[in-house]
């Protein structure tokens, strides 16, 4: 009983941290509708998630979306996400500084 307590409440913050970290990302992008565009300069396949590195003017961010195609030299923009720091992918056997989990690519 106390073991399930203890896992509700892990969940239960985890799912706010989520909804928190939404609720701060998703005004941003309204707000700065480039600000999560670039030109793609690296792209990966892994896990049923393409990550994808894009420069905007010179500043660069990882985008996870799901698996996509997408090519080096693209313009793409991303819809808003949720932003993970120290984000390990099992997967590819590296952890993101930060990564920003989009719903998927704005054609």
Partial sequence: MKRAKTVMAVVF???MMVIM???VAAPFAE???NALAGK???TMDSGGYTYVLIDMD???AWFAVPATNVKVGEQVA???GPVMQNFKSKSLGRTFDVIIFSGGIIR
């Fill in 21 to 23: 970290v939404t609720a």
């Fill in 78 to 80: 991303f819809q808003p």
């Fill in 40 to 42: 793609v300069t690296k």
């Fill in 58 to 60: 010179g500043q660069k």
């Fill in 13 to 15: 913050v985890l799912a």
């Fill in 31 to 33: 707000a700065n509708p």
